[in-house]
């Protein structure tokens, strides 16, 4: 199972960041004997429109921003 993620990244005035990357963490590890099953962190980086589109496996995720387009 995964979830699909989108949104728009926008500055504090309300303007589309292109070209910036978001990382998606992941809390905590899924597996068995210590076996990661999941990726720990997933990055996905904005379109001309500051749009972003990414799959998550199902947990807890801590997102930052890794650079600002722009």
Do not use: K
């Not at 292109?18 to 997933?42: H, I, K, M, S, W």
């Not at 379109?47 to 921003?65: C, F, K, N, Q, R």
């Amino acid at each position: 199972m995964t979830c699909l993620v989108t949104g728009t990244l926008r500055n504090l005035s309300g303007e589309a960041l292109p070209a910036t990357t978001v990382r998606f963490e992941r809390q905590g590890v899924v597996g068995q004997d210590g076996d990661v099953v999941v990726p720990l962190a997933v990055s996905a980086t904005s379109d001309a429109a500051g749009e972003i589109s990414v799959v998550l496996y199902p947990g807890t995720y801590v997102a930052s921003i890794d650079n600002a387009g722009p």
